[in-house]
């Protein structure tokens, strides 16, 4: 297994070394060389990438919120050219790396774009927030082993197994001596939550079962007319024995779609459930040299549905722009003055236009193909 920091895009993308991206000139792989498929991928994360310079502000053009999932069909070589895409334009590195998540499946070749939203990304940090508070309560020898679990973030995780992809999770907590995380947390919506269970696969038998705990939070964002129902569900390494009698490994799922705020928007009735993750879960064995860390992380279904309550309404506040800012007679200036762009940036505008100009073509050309021949055999069917 591997696992590579979001604030280095060189390590992420598995393709050249540090250096490569200020030290030789952006070389783009020959056109003829170029997946459609690749190519639509990359002007998606463009638009994408305006789009949310629209949102701060930047640029005149006032575009709509970014789409916060998207799924390709990628085969492995294609997947290859796109992270030597990736590789070969810093400006779109570094927003896949600090604005993207993405989730790559080789066994059915297929690519998951995400860009978490407001209320995803703060509902998240509420929890983390309050399973990091629970590590540092223990005491005794869990308290020796709950410190040195460190909370991961989004790191990158991918594995040696080529039968197994790169994924970047919501959420993850690792043992400081620990290789894999032992506990990853994955929020999801109407579609990602059909790839938890392919995700908890990936986590657990790409490991080999140090990945001990994948935790699944499903929230429905609750837009007019939607449902607002919130659970989560739990998937653990299980050893079965497969038909042949061969023990076999598998994910589990141990809680099934809990619920912690029901399609009316109100918390369950009774609400007594828990969201129990075990210490030991946190590392495998060899983490600790006797006996397992005893207690549990316990988060209550009431707790789980202020998070979810509280990260809404900083997103709906963030979205409509109610905030406190600073007053306007505080604001002693008269003008505001950006830095100036050095040559080097502009060089890379350039390149980045052309290499857009470029994919746009050759996109635009075979969609135009596509649809040609769509006529042409419509033709031919009728004749």
């Known amino acids: 297994m591997t696992v590579q920091t979001r604030s ?25 060389e170029k997946s459609p498929t690749v190519l639509r991928i990359i002007r998606d994360i463009r638009r994408r990438k305006a789009e949310v310079g629209a949102g701060a502000g930047i640029g005149k053009t006032k575009l709509p919120a970014p789409v916060p999932w998207t799924a390709y069909s990628l085969d492995a070589e294609a997947y290859t050219e796109l992270l030597r ?20 499946f080789p066994s059915t070749r297929r690519l998951i774009l995400r860009m978490p939203t407001a ?10 927030q309050e399973i990091r508070t629970q590590l540092g309560a223990f005491t005794g020898s869990s308290g020796a082993f709950a410190k040195d679990v460190k909370f991961g973030g989004s790191t990158r995780i991918s594995f040696d197994d080529s039968e197994y992809g790169c994924h970047d999770p919501d959420g993850q907590f690792k043992h400081e001596n620990a290789q894999y995380p032992g506990v990853v947390i994955e929020v999801s919506y109407s579609q990602k939550k059909r790839d938890l269970p392919h995700l908890a696969d990936e986590y657990i038998l790409g490991s080999d079962a140090n990945i001990q705990c994948v935790i ?8 007019k007319g939607k449902a607002k129902m919130a659970t989560w569900s739990v998937w653990e390494p299980v050893v079965e024995e497969g038909d042949n009698g061969r023990k076999e490994l598998v994910a589990k799922q141990t809680v099934h779609n809990t619920v912690f705020r029901t399609p009316t928007g109100t918390p369950p009735s009774p609400s007594n459930q828990t969201l129990e993750i075990p210490l030991r879960a946190f590392a495998p064995s060899s983490c600790y040299s006797t006996d397992p860390p005893q207690g549990s992380i316990i988060i209550p279904a009431a707790k789980l549905y202020t998070f979810l309550a509280n990260a809404e309404k900083t997103g709906l506040m963030l979205v409509e722009k109610k905030g406190l800012v600073v007053p306007a007679k505080m604001k002693t200036w008269g003008a505001k003055r950006r830095r100036e762009i050095t040559p080097e940036e502009e060089l890379l505008a350039r390149d980045e236009k052309r290499f857009k100009t470029e994919e746009d ?7 135009a193909d596509d649809a040609s021949w769509g006529k042409g055999s419509a033709a031919s069917d009728v004749s």
């Open 8 to 32: 280095s895009p060189q390590l992420k993308l598995h393709v050249t070394p540090p250096s490569s991206f200020t030290t030789h000139p952006l070389t783009p792989p020959p056109t003829d």
């Open 85 to 104: 895409r990736f590789e070969c334009d810093e400006n779109l590195a570094a927003f896949v790396d600090h604005e993207l998540r993405f989730d790559y």
């Open 119 to 128: 209320v995803h990304e703060y509902f998240i940090h509420f929890v983390v």
């Open 216 to 223: 699944g939070l499903d929230i429905e964002y609750g837009g």
């Open 361 to 367: 073509s050759l996109v635009e050309k075979e969609e």
